[in-house]
């Protein structure tokens, strides 16, 4: 057990990986000796070499594509794509090859590939670095989505998703790189990784969230419980699939249920966790399911970040809404 | 050989260019060729064997036959939709036959002759255009991935693969198939210069039919394909591609190249496609009479056959037995897309994870009891007419053809 932050413990868990799976590359732009530009990469390249840890042209669609060739092959490829907001052009190779040679050849064509991808906004960045797509690859077939919100998530979640022996796209906010946290590189403890964890337990609402979001929500919490107001707070970890069993058994015991995500509202993730909810939770609900999400806006400048984006008080807003019923 | 194989660096000629200021063709660009469209051999080459030539010349007529079967059952209605090969047997054949078995293949979709060469079996093709499989066959076991429909996107997997027969130290050789259409997706040029980056072991094949669709070549692009290839590191070869003999020798060639270490190559066959694109097309659209008659004559079956001829190369029990083995090609299709029978759904919620997730269980139930309920109507069924999803359940069955609709 160590304190690392959630870039350390990523990068523990790929040397790792290196470690234990031969076939194991990571690929992308910048990873070889500059660490990637969040430095999650950091060291490998120098004790793996440059063949294991390559540095790529800088084409999104054929980090994607020449991954797909190597797990054809029989390697087992992490790609980092720099940046959310330059996965587009891998878009197609994504979502048309990948997700789907699984099923179209039956069975016969795994591709174990997973693509870690920085999420989100919040550090003050330049158009095209802050982004929420995760929606668009959730609603692929064949895709697993996953989102890490702390250190040792970001670790064992990693390490988990390159066992899973499908095509995952891992995505990590970037605002919590830095965050700090207790890291245990004991796989044997770790929860599956496609299941939702309460975060935080509570009575009087649930509040549902991923990624950069659940430091968010939990910080919220704690100011809810100084007036009084029990949140349970869970965190989703898997987009695709979609683990909402913990979600409907807390919602019938708190009969309410917000649900936060940076990325905007509009056919995002939770309208899916909203439908789902009241589907399986009808009779239990006192009060509508709500949202608070980023605004259907592109991202803003980064001097506008502070105001778009989800904050404490944005969801306590929610709450005594939700509480007002 | 009449001409150098070695087209690269050869872009200071002027181009001629069309009206349209489209380009025609470098006029110091002569693809290799060995057989003439009249079936005269250029030179003696020794290993134009009698052997050699009749062995292409087999696998050209099974896949043209195949050809024809695939397209009279789409006419039928028996395939959703076809994509002739019909004028590119002797680029794909040509090409294949010089590689080895264990040489992986990436096509794109119309590469029967290929999968026919690697002992992909009819029905194994016709599988995904009778629409009841997404790849008929084992990739693995025929070093033949499976059919791309996206334009390009294959071509960065076979850079990737060859990567990884790098990484794994063998002198295997990828080969990727592609059309003059997808030269101009993005994927082809990621694929040619990443390739050329990292000297991966693969060989990009160009069959220019001339066509993407409606759309003509010298609307794709203001240069001969062939010499994009320089520009990106890579070693590139012009070949007739309806000349069998001159694509085998100049594929032999790349492949020696590469082989050897020498990186990654292109080959440009210059060919035709004599058909439509695809059943659903109609080509007296975009191309008249004449053009299709000129590229007729140099049909790349019927000059092997005069140089057969000529060359006293085909007795009468090799032709006899290649008709029968056309034949029973024919009788193999036909009853093979008829053997495929109905459907069933719920195969394919086990095949899109490595483990079925909850979601695809709780929908693979619930249709499983869609069905189940079906089947109860069908017992009570009074024989009045279907109106009713069940009705139509019913109905598809009766007809043979499941309840996957």
């Not at chain 1, 969040?38 to 070499?49: A, M, N």
């Not at chain 1, 990948?98 to 003050?124: D, E, F, Q, S, W």
């Not at chain 2, 009778?130 to 791309?148: F, I, K, M, N, Q």
Request: glycine share 10%; aromatic share 8%.
């Amino acid at each position: 057990m160590s304190r690392l932050s959630l870039s350390a413990a990523l990068n523990a868990g790929l040397r790792q990986v290196l470690e234990e799976d031969p076939r194991a590359i990571v690929m992308g732009e910048d990873v070889g000796p500059l660490g990637g530009v969040f430095r999650v990469t950091d060291g490998l390249s120098k004790d793996f070499g440059s063949g294991r840890v390559i540095d790529t042209p800088l084409a999104e669609s054929s980090i994607v594509g020449t991954a797909i060739g190597l797990a054809i092959r029989g390697y087992h490829p992490i790609c980092e794509i720099q940046f959310d907001g330059f996965v587009y052009p891998a878009f197609n190779q994504i979502v048309s090859q990948l997700a789907k040679m699984r099923a179209r050849t039956a069975g016969k064509v795994p591709l174990p590939v997973v693509i870690r991808i920085p999420c989100g906004g919040g550090i003050g960045a330049v158009e095209h670095h802050s982004e929420s797509n995760e929606a668009y690859f959730a609603h692929t077939a064949g895709l697993r989505v996953v989102i890490c919100s702390d250190p040792q998530s970001g670790h064992w979640m990693l390490r988990q998703a390159m066992a899973c022996g499908d095509p995952v796209i891992f995505y990590e906010p970037k605002r919590r790189y830095w965050d700090k946290g207790e890291v245990s590189s004991d796989l044997t403890l770790a929860p599956a990784f496609d299941r939702a964890l309460v975060a935080r337990e509570g009575t009087d609402a649930t509040v549902v969230c991923y990624g950069g979001m659940v430091a968010t929500c939990l910080e919220a919490a704690a100011v809810a419980e100084g007036e009084g107001r029990s949140l349970e707070v869970i965190d989703l970890r898997s987009l695709s699939p979609l683990d909402l069993d913990p979600v409907c058994a807390s919602v019938r015991r708190t009969g309410r249920c917000l649900v936060v995500h940076e990325a905007p509202g509009f056919a995002g993730l939770g309208a899916e966790i909203v439908s789902g909810v009241t589907e399986r939770c009808f009779y239990h609900l006192e009060a509508p399911v709500l949202r608070v999400t980023g605004f259907d806006l592109p991202y803003p400048p980064a001097k506008y970040e502070n105001q778009y984006l989800p904050d404490a008080d944005r969801v306590l807003d929610a709450v005594d809404k939700l509480l007002g019923f | 050989m009449t001409q150098p194989t070695h087209a690269s660096g050869s872009t200071s000629h002027q181009l001629a260019r069309e009206p349209s200021g489209a380009p025609l063709r470098d006029p110091g660009d002569r693809p290799a060729q060995i057989l003439g469209p009249d079936g005269v051999l250029a030179g003696a080459p020794g290993w134009v064997t009698p052997g050699l030539t009749r062995d292409l010349y087999r696998w050209m007529r099974l896949t043209r036959r195949l050809d024809a079967e695939a397209f009279a059952l789409q006419r039928h209605g028996e395939l959703g939709i076809w994509a002739q090969s019909l004028g590119q047997e002797a680029a794909q054949v040509g090409s294949v036959t010089a590689l080895r078995p264990a040489d992986y293949v990436f096509p794109s979709y119309r590469e029967h002759a290929a999968c026919l060469v690697r002992g992909v079996s009819p029905s194994q093709i016709l599988a995904q255009w009778r629409g009841v499989s997404g790849c008929g066959w084992d990739p693995a076991a025929r070093h033949l991935h499976a059919y791309t429909v996206v334009l390009g996107a294959h071509l960065p997997h076979a850079t990737g693969y060859a990567m990884g027969v790098q990484r794994d130290g063998t002198d295997e050789v990828v080969t990727a198939y592609f059309g003059d259409g997808a030269s101009s997706q993005g994927d082809a040029n990621e694929a040619f210069n990443w390739a050329a980056t990292c000297s991966a072991p693969v060989l990009f094949f160009c069959q220019n039919n001339q066509y993407a669709i409606s759309t003509p070549a010298s609307l794709q692009m203001r240069t001969p394909i062939h010499h994009r290839a320089a520009g990106f590191g890579l070693r590139s070869f012009l070949v007739d591609g309806n000349d069998v003999l001159a694509v085998h020798e100049v594929t032999r060639e790349a492949v020696r190249h590469i082989r050897s270490g020498g990186g990654p190559a292109f080959v440009e066959a210059v060919t035709y496609r004599m058909g439509a694109h695809t059943s659903s097309d109609d080509p007296t659209r975009y191309r008249d009479q004449a053009e299709s008659d000129a590229w007729q004559a140099k049909d790349p079956l019927s000059r092997v056959e005069k140089l057969l001829e000529a060359q006293g190369w085909w007795d009468q029990g090799f032709r006899t037995a290649l008709d029968a083995e056309c034949e029973a090609l024919a009788v193999e299709v036909r009853s093979a897309v008829r053997g495929f029978g109905p459907v069933e759904l719920d195969g394919l919620f086990d095949q899109v994870y490595a483990r079925r997730t909850a979601l695809l269980s709780s929908e693979k139930a619930a249709y499983a009891d869609l069905v189940a309920g079906f089947l109860d109507e069908e017992v009570d069924d009074d024989g009045g007419p279907p109106d009713s999803l069940a009705g139509q359940a019913r109905t598809a069955r009766a007809f043979g053809v499941g309840v996957g609709r």
